[in-house]
């Protein structure tokens, strides 16, 4: 019989692995006292793979294999307290619950191995296809206006269009980031498909193009986006583009209708947030109040408004406002919108089960000093951030409600005690978005008569209240001047550059915090509430109005200046 020295080696191997998983197993049981696993024998989860970067999993000689709701289990070679301890906060902050096993080199080897196949199984779901920031900022120098966006396009068109796809969507994102859109929509009609960009809040025309080059384009968006190429259902996937050190996220959606899928990608650009608490448009006497809230040891503060109104860009501004590193800042958020230096972020998932909630008390866990709550959404994270707000910690969130007087109504509908309330809520704010006019081309607007009975009456209101117009760089006795947007160069042809808010605030003072326990309405609250000096929002509106700020029509598509 032949001596089969290939087949020896292998029983000496598996020989040899064996030892080495006994000698893991026994000293599990008898110094670590952790749990011990073969991983030959176990299945690895791509999502918990997910969960650590394979360059940490490496560096650590770890390797998360199993991901059950959020519990996720990971296999460590060489337990020490300090790494358990570094790991386990990592996760914590990601939302995960983690379990500990201990492994041999061997098992760690084949999960590394994984991380290999799932990079590859990556590359290959979005199709090679790559966004270079270096093109994209090169593309951008070309484009000063929207109509530069359509010439470019229709340019990179000519001849085979086929390969040309790529290109289009480069133009496209590097037009949209280039004129500060904060969305690219792509919508497909019977016979053409649409192109249209979202500038402060307004969407506008760029070009109509073939369906063809739609259908081009939307496998380009899924292949990017990691999207399935063949569903018809409604999707969301996300991409990122590196833009001098910042990233750049975009959300793609896509939703079926009568004629293919609406495709709409949201541009998460971390420079569009970075906002100074002072350039958000607050009044100097509601900015004191706000400053000096946002200060103290404990409370609860909410902004409220409805969507895109700004309310997460304000939350930032606190937190830099009020960062630093004496204290401990922990945010929950849907999606983590900027990376803030300093401050622990953590982002929910829903299909993962970490939900606003779910992140509070976690934070809540963590010591904090200030906690950021995306949003208020239901009863059990109310009375939780209602709490913390008793127990020695400011919380910042939003809330859905028209102005600051219906966040008290508010709150005792999602079942709030209101004795318990009063103590906890410091201060209530609302607030809406505004276009700012163009200085450059903006036009003193002569046909305004109706326009200036309204802005008069509510100057009289200002006044009635108490409030000096000159404190707003308003002289009562000068004529009224109202302006409208032109359009040039600068402003995209638009009439409107950049964006303002338009703000009121309710401060939970003595004479709120009586009335607060009788559930009243929040006509009864901005009665009660006059007292305190704060411009409401129309009145807010109006100052900013006449100030050349912005114009008429601005404003009451955003307030009801005529309400009593």
Known sequence: MAFDEEKQNKQLDDIRKQEEEDLVAMLAESKYKLPYIDLSRV??????????????????????????????????????????????????????????????????????????????????????????????????????????????IKKSLEGNQIHKISRVLEIILAGAIAVKASDIHIEPE???????????????????????????????IKLLSGMKLNSTIAQDGRFSIMEDKEEISVRSSLVPGAYGEAIVMRILDPKSIQVKLEDLGIEPFLFSIIEEEIKKPNGLILVTGPTGSGKTTTLYAFLKKIYSPEINIITIEDPIEYHLDGITQTQTDNDKGYTFLDGLRSALRQDPDVVMVGEIRDAETAKTAIEAAL????????????????????????????????????????????????????????????????????????????????????????????????????????????????FEAIKTNEAIEKIIPQNPSEREIKRTARDQGILSMREDGIIKILNGVTSFEEVQSVVDLLEE
Request: glycine share 6%; charged share 25%; net charge positive.
């Open 190 to 220: 019977e016979d053409k498909s649409r192109l249209r960009l979202r500038l402060d809040g307004v969407l506008h025309d760029v070009m109509f193009f073939g369906n063809n080059i739609y259908h081009l384009l939307n496998s380009r």
């Open 391 to 502: 127990t020695g910690h400011m919380v910042f969130s939003t809330l859905h409600t028209n102005n600051a007087a219906g966040v008290i109504p508010r709150l005792i509908d999602l079942g709030s005690n209101p004795k318990i309330m009063v103590s906890a809520l410091s201060l209530s704010i609302a607030q809406r978005l505004v276009r700012k006019l163009c200085p450059y081309c903006k036009k003193e607007n002569t046909s305004a008569g109706k326009e200036v009975e309204i802005v008069k009456s509510i100057m009289n209101i200002i006044k009635e209240e108490g409030k000096n117009l000159a404190n707003y760089n308003i002289d009562p006795n000068s004529p009224i001047k109202l302006y409208s947007p032109v359009g040039c160069e600068k402003c995209n042809m638009i009439g409107y550059s950049g964006r303002i808010g338009i």
């Open 43 to 152: 299945g690895v989860d791509n999502e918990a793979l997910r969960s650590i970067s394979e360059k940490d999993a490496m560096e650590l000689k770890v390797a998360p294999f199993k991901l059950v709701g959020k519990n996720i289990f990971v296999g460590i070679r060489s337990p020490s307290d300090e790494l358990m301890e570094k790991l386990k906060d990592q996760l914590q902050r990601e939302g995960f619950i983690p379990s500990f096993y201990m492994v041999s080199l061997a098992s760690l080897e084949k999960v590394w191995e994984r991380y290999k196949e799932l990079s590859l199984a990556e590359s290959s779901k979005i199709g090679g296809l790559d966004i270079s920031a270096e093109i994209l900022r090169e593309t951008a120098k070309d484009i000063k206006i929207i109509k530069d966006i359509e010439d470019l």
